[in-house]
């Protein structure tokens, strides 16, 4: 057996179950598992026996380095719907209600409290000879998608056209037609919402908390543990695999930013949503666990050998013993990223080219 790249006195041969047992030994973990030792002597053939070394391809691929994650297939983060106007309860929905813009989410004295949609609550009165503000933007925006017009394109400025379309929203509520609006008689939310749970009742007091709410898409949430939080990019791709549901792929829609601490002795976690790319994959399911797998590196079109084919030489560095003909040689190789049980090398090395190997 020739003696590759470098002169050696002796080489021992290291196989490593996994790619994290490689990693330790390229960190200089100091550890390892010695499994054959091969001398130094000249280029020979390989012995004969009933069992000949076990060979693989160097091939060239494109490699995905993998963290596969628990996950939970539900509605997401669930919100509470606290009440502030004065009065009673008197109407409620449902657990699992669906409830879309205009629609009342509660009613307090017998008038509905209706929900509109927008990325900003409503923080004071709405009425003629108000201040522009983002918040008139948002009760127009919803008026127009109702069917109250009159007042132009939405914008920023509450006008008397404003005012009038108001009130001819609030007479089909059966409302007192004030063209003003309290920022506690409306619920206002980023699209169409679920009802996860109602905490109130009818006749309680309509200053509490009155339901949990939640949207209406099914996603899978990952608490994933702050020092793992780089792993899960907004936008980035992962593969689903849904109990119960099977396999299919989704988007990272956010990463949280506040955590959740762990329980004792446990480090703390945020959420990570990620929404399906195709919702019917969930079936008809509501909550289920989701093996969840996030991509953490790639490397595309290298050349890779199985994990089992690295050797750790006695004088330090790696190599893969190629087989030549009758005999072998060992060529030295640095090693990049290691995915499904492949590792990645450069050195002198061609596709097609057979190395011995564990795997």
């Given at each position: 057996?020739?003696?590759?790249?470098?002169?050696?006195?002796?080489?021992?041969?290291?196989?490593?179950?996994?790619?994290?047992?490689?990693?330790?030994?390229?960190?200089?973990?100091?550890?390892?598992?010695?499994?054959?030792?091969?001398?130094?002597?000249?280029?020979?053939?390989?012995?004969?026996?009933?069992?000949?070394?076990?060979?693989?391809?160097?091939?060239?691929?494109?490699?995905?380095?993998?963290?596969?994650?628990?996950?939970?297939?539900?509605?997401?983060?669930?919100?509470?719907?606290?009440?502030?106007?004065?009065?009673?309860?008197?109407?409620?929905?449902?657990?699992?209600?669906?409830?879309?813009?205009?629609?009342s989410v509660y009613a307090v004295d017998a008038k509905p409290v209706p929900l509109l949609y927008g990325s900003i609550p409503f923080y004071r009165e709405l009425a003629a000879g108000m201040t522009k503000g983002p918040d008139v933007q948002v009760l127009e925006e919803n008026l127009r998608a109702l069917g109250y017009t009159g007042f132009g394109t939405p914008d920023t400025s509450f006008t008397d056209a404003t005012a009038t379309a108001l009130k001819r929203w609030q007479k089909?509520?059966?409302?007192?037609?004030?063209?003003?609006?309290?920022?506690?008689?409306?619920?206002?939310?980023?699209?169409?919402?679920?009802?996860?749970?109602?905490?109130?009742?009818?006749?309680?007091?309509?200053?509490?908390?009155?339901?949990?709410?939640?949207?209406?898409?099914?996603?899978?949430?990952?608490?994933?543990?702050?020092?793992?939080?780089?792993?899960?990019?907004?936008?980035?791709?992962?593969?689903?695999?849904?109990?119960?549901?099977?396999?299919?792929?989704?988007?990272?829609?956010?990463?949280?930013?506040?955590?959740?601490?762990?329980?004792?002795?446990?480090?703390?976690?945020?959420?990570?949503?990620?929404?399906?790319?195709?919702?019917?994959?969930?079936?008809?399911?509501?909550?289920?666990?989701?093996?969840?797998?996030?991509?953490?590196?790639?490397?595309?079109?290298?050349?890779?050998?199985?994990?089992?084919?690295?050797?750790?030489?006695?004088?330090?560095?790696?190599?893969?013993?190629?087989?030549?003909?009758?005999?072998?040689?060992?060529?030295?190789?640095?090693?990049?990223?290691?995915?499904?049980?492949?590792?990645?090398?450069?050195?002198?090395?061609?596709?097609?080219?057979?190395?011995?190997?564990?795997?």
């Amino acid at each position: 057996m020739s003696t590759g790249p470098q002169q050696v006195r002796r080489r021992r041969r290291l196989r490593w179950i996994g790619a994290g047992a490689v990693a330790v030994a390229l960190l200089g973990a100091g550890t390892a598992v010695i499994v054959a030792r091969v001398g130094a002597s000249p280029a020979t053939a390989m012995p004969e026996g009933p069992a000949a070394p076990a060979t693989a391809e160097v091939v060239r691929t494109d490699l995905a380095e993998q963290d596969t994650e628990d996950g939970t297939l539900g509605y997401g983060v669930e919100r509470s719907l606290t009440g502030k106007l004065p009065g009673t309860i008197t109407g409620l929905p449902a657990a699992n209600d669906v409830i879309e813009r205009g629609e009342s989410v509660y009613a307090v004295d017998a008038k509905p409290v209706p929900l509109l949609y927008g990325s900003i609550p409503f923080y004071r009165e709405l009425a003629a000879g108000m201040t522009k503000g983002p918040d008139v933007q948002v009760l127009e925006e919803n008026l127009r998608a109702l069917g109250y017009t009159g007042f132009g394109t939405p914008d920023t400025s509450f006008t008397d056209a404003t005012a009038t379309a108001l009130k001819r929203w609030q007479k089909a509520l059966g409302l007192e037609q004030t063209g003003r609006l309290s920022p506690d008689a409306v619920v206002v939310r980023p699209g169409a919402v679920r009802v996860a749970s109602v905490t109130a009742q009818i006749g309680d007091p309509a200053g509490g908390e009155i339901a949990k709410l939640t949207g209406t898409q099914r996603v899978v949430t990952v608490q994933l543990v702050i020092s793992r939080r780089g792993i899960a990019k907004q936008g980035d791709k992962v593969e689903l695999n849904i109990t119960g549901g099977g396999a299919t792929r989704g988007t990272v829609s956010s990463v949280g930013s506040t955590a959740t601490p762990g329980e004792e002795g446990e480090e703390a976690t945020v959420d990570v949503v990620v929404t399906l790319d195709d919702p019917a994959a969930a079936g008809q399911l509501d909550s289920a666990p989701v093996d969840v797998t996030f991509t953490t590196g790639s490397r595309p079109s290298v050349l890779a050998v199985p994990v089992g084919a690295l050797l750790a030489l006695a004088e330090g560095g790696l190599a893969v013993e190629v087989v030549e003909g009758d005999g072998t040689r060992l060529v030295g190789v640095q090693t990049g990223l290691f995915a499904r049980g492949l590792v990645e090398v450069r050195g002198d090395l061609r596709e097609g080219q057979r190395v011995v190997t564990t795997s």
